[in-house]
Each structure stands twice: as C-alpha cells, then as structure tokens.
C-alpha cells in the first residue's frame, strides 16, 4: 500500500489533515517531534513515527517502509511573534528541516509535496486584498522561513521531477472534530478561550493600529476547509494536473480582532471585556486574502460563518478541558 507522508501530523492542523485523507480513502502515516502535537490527536489505525524532520535517517525509514510516494509539510517552528526572539531555532526547524525532507524525498524517488506555508510571507502588505502576485516582504523569521521553504521547493523543481504546490494559510480557527483543538500558546483564539476557562480577562494585542476599530484585521478561515484543500492539492499532484506554485487560503473577508471578540462572546456566553497588551512584533494592521485561484484549481470555499467557527473551537476547547480533569 502507498501512503502520503504528514510532517507534523499530530498537530492541530496537520491532525485534521490527517482525518481528511483518511475520510477521501487516502492511506498517511505521521512525523512529528510532538513538541507541539498530540499523540491523541492521531487516529489509532495511523502510524506515528515520533521525531524531527532533521533527522534523515527516521524520514529514509519512514518513506522506505511505508512505499510513500508524496509528503504534506507541516512540521514547523510557527510562532511569528516568537520568531523575531528566536531566529536560529526558527531557520533551523523551518528551512534547514525542510531542504533535510527534499533531499531525502529525492533520494528515494517521492515526487509530490505540498508544502504549508504562511500569509507571514507578506507582511505588511499595501493592498486590500492580497492575492499569489502581491509583494512578499515577510516581517518576522517566521515569515522568511515560509518564503525560503517556497523558494527551495521551486528551485529543486527546476533541476529534478519535483510536483509541489505551496498553501498559504491565513489566520487558522475552529475544529472539525472535537477531540481536536488548538493548544497553541500563542494563537489569539486557543489564548482567549484559556482565559475565560481559567475565570481571567482574555488579553488582545493592540488597539492603535490603522484599522476602523483600532485592533488588527485578519481573514479566518476553519481549519476543516484548510484540511480539504491539502487533499485536493495531493490528489492533483499524483494525478499529474498543472497546479500553481502557491494558493492563498482564505475568505476574502476581513474581520477586526475586537469583531472576533463579540463572536467569542456569542459562541461561549461570555461577556467580557478584553484587556488590552501592546502590539506584537510582526502583526500587521490588516491582511485580507483573495483565494479566487484556489477556488478555481482546488475547490476551496468556506463552508463556516466566523460563529460557526468560534463555536467549533470553543466546544473542542471545553471537551479537552472536561478530559483533563482528574
């Protein structure tokens, strides 16, 4: 049996990835250092290879016993904000892990990729709506691994038989199975929902940015959908169909970080008021995506409101709580 291979499969992205092949018939088995990811996360009849997209010996092992013939590349360092303080640690887990995986897939003949990569890669950007073509000036390490992960896999594409394509997330919530859920100690949505389980005020990052309200305006997207278009992605690449070198997946819809609060409110019943922390470095005032192109090539849509959302998060977030508990 052939597999596809997820780096950082048990983790709250790459674990949906990995449900979503599972659900089109597609056989994955996981890598995953578990330094953010969850081995309760990985379905039981899904092999999990414990370990570091560094080491090369474990991906041979992996891709030899497992005859896996394409990769989905999540396993990443992925906190913008910590990045800036961490640069080292970030090229290494994102650049460095990645040409490690290229060179052994070419080594042992796999073919296919799709790589994740980030709406980092623009930074601030000086349009409404960015689309494939807008200027890339990443602003954190973060966003410039993402960017050299993109530009390695196009480099290596030119001078062997690689087939890649590149998506680019943009702001990541809900669950699309509730014994999944964002732990991320740094991601707004998983901070707020700690906070009013812990009975503390949710804390957001800036109320003076250049926006109507004064807080950062971002395009959410559910990590369900997110899921789906990775499979539509691996399927036209082992399909052999023309694909893009990159995808942005969002809405094209913007919503204000304090708009998302008031979703909050409605979906857990909370009213709140939010305590306010200075800015962190690398968030721009306001990044919106246009993801005409996926839609056409991958059949991305959103199928959740931002309600929709927030409630899919908030009951995975309670059930994992409810679980912990003695």
Known sequence: MTSWMVTGGAGYIGAHVVRAFAAAGIHVVV????S?????????????????????????????????????????????GVSV????????????????????MHQQGVRDIVFSSSAAVYGTPETEMVTEETPTRPESPYGESKLIGEWLLRDVARVTDLRHTSLRYFNVIGSAHPDIHDSSPHNLVPLVLKALTDGASPQIFGTDYPTPDGTCVRDYVHVGDLA??????ATA??????????????????MSVAQLMAAVTRATGNDFTPEVLPRRPG?????????????RDLGWRMSYSVDEMVLSAWRAWTSAAAASRP
């Open 31 to 34: 890598v995953d250092d578990l």
């Open 283 to 295: 968030d721009p005032p306001r990044i919106v995506a246009d993801g005409s192109a996926a839609a």
């Open 85 to 104: 303080n961490r640069p080292l640690h970030t090229y290494e887990q994102n650049v460095e892990g990645t040409r490690r995986l290229l060179r052994v």
């Open 36 to 80: 953010s990811g969850h081995p309760s996360f990985v379905p039981d009849d899904c092999s999990l290879h414990r370990g570091s997209v560094l080491d090369t010996e474990l991906l041979t092992r992996v891709i030899r016993y497992h005859h896996v013939t394409g990769v989905v590349h999540l396993a990443a360092f992925k906190y913008a």
């Open 237 to 254: 690449l082992a399909e052999d169909r023309p694909l893009a070198p990159v995808y942005n997946c969002g809405s094209g819809e913007g």
């Open 228 to 233: 789906d278009a990775h499979v539509a992605a």
